[in-house]
């Protein structure tokens, strides 16, 4: 199978995974104890008559199966519906939070990757070392505290605590940035940003880089047990040719398909990191719209994570298929 065509089978798979996903989040929350019409039937504050107008105002009263098929018009014009909470549409709602949790998101993914791979690869190679010892210490007691503990860890020492005690160094606890501050200027707006970046993208990155360390660690460390290692290492060959030449990049390769299956995980760490840090994102949004019954809120922003999620996994395939070009013969 030529790269074309291997590329071109994965892209359908994912436009076929992404309208079952779709569909399976249409039907979830109109089954579901909780869904927008049950909401209304059963809100005692909202009169009989206005109840009525908002289940036609937005086709609550249609059957099931018209309602799909006009959500699925909606969706190929970019409507996602009308935020009960906001009083807007769906998709200015999410646009507007989507930015900020992209940046954490993709500023956490990159480093998540680089850092991880290569620690994970310089860790293995000093397999039974006190580094490597460090490391599986370091890496089983972070793994048993939740995401949400070590946030708050982070916040009670970098944020209260640091400030308190008049720190050189402390940064704030909540929000992407402070009021007023894109008037100062490009750089001093960039770096306050940041600034509100800092905390709750430590929290994601190292928990992203010793997981992806472990698992790259854990590849290379079986791949250096191979025959055509040995055989390397006996035909005379330095250290970083045989770590990097041979081993490496056949360690490698479950962990890139790995890194595009972590990006739903990643994104569920993000909605809490998100809500403990008060970070304006889309999992913070999410989940005072899941708080509030925010119906078609929440279903956009599945709509729009199982987007992405799909998104990471198809170029996680089409790297794998540059990689390795033996499984484009599958």
């Not at 992806?212 to 055509?228: P, Q």
């Not at 005072?288 to 956009?300: F, K, S």
């Not at 395939?317 to 540059?322: A, C, L």
């Amino acid at each position: 199978m030529g790269l074309k065509s291997y590329i071109a089978k994965k892209v359908l798979f994912a436009a076929i995974a992404y309208f079952v996903a779709v569909t399976i989040v249409f039907f979830l929350y109109h089954i579901l104890p909780g869904n927008p019409a049950n909401v209304f039937a059963l809100d005692p504050r909202v009169p009989p008559a206005v109840r009525e107008q908002l289940l036609i105002r937005w086709g609550l009263n249609e059957p099931l199966w018209k309602q799909y098929f006009i959500f699925l018009g909606n969706l190929l014009q970019g409507d996602l519906g009308y935020s009960f909470l906001h009083k807007k549409p769906v998709a200015e709602v999410i646009g507007v939070s989507l930015p900020w949790t992209l940046l954490l998101l993709g500023t956490s993914f990159v480093l998540n990757a680089v850092i991880g791979i290569l620690l994970g690869a310089f860790v293995a190679w000093r397999r039974g070392s006190k580094l490597d010892t460090g490391f599986v210490l370091t890496y089983n007691v972070y793994n048993a505290l939740p995401l949400f503990f070590v946030g708050m860890l982070f916040i009670a020492l970098f944020g209260f605590y640091a400030r308190d005690n008049d720190w050189p160094i402390w940064f704030p606890i909540y929000g992407a940035q402070t009021p007023g501050a894109s008037e100062t200027g490009f750089f001093p707006y960039l770096g306050d940003i940041l600034w509100h970046l800092f905390l709750p993208l430590m929290v994601l990155t190292i928990s992203g880089v010793l997981g992806w360390s472990w698992f790259m660690r854990g590849n290379l460390i079986n791949v250096l047990t191979e025959d055509y290692i040995k055989t390397a290492k006996a035909k005379g060959l330095n250290e970083n040719q045989v770590l990097y030449k041979h081993a490496f990049r056949n360690a490698v390769l479950p962990v890139i398909t790995s890194i595009g299956m972590s990006i739903g995980g990643l994104i569920g760490g993000a909605v809490l990191i998100e809500t403990v840090f008060s970070y304006p994102g889309t999992g913070r949004m999410l989940y005072d719209a899941l708080m509030r019954r925010d119906y078609p809120l929440v279903q956009g922003a599945f709509i729009i994570i199982a987007g992405i999620t799909l998104l990471g996994l198809l170029f996680a395939e089409i790297v794998y298929g540059f990689v390795d070009p033996r499984i484009r013969t599958e």
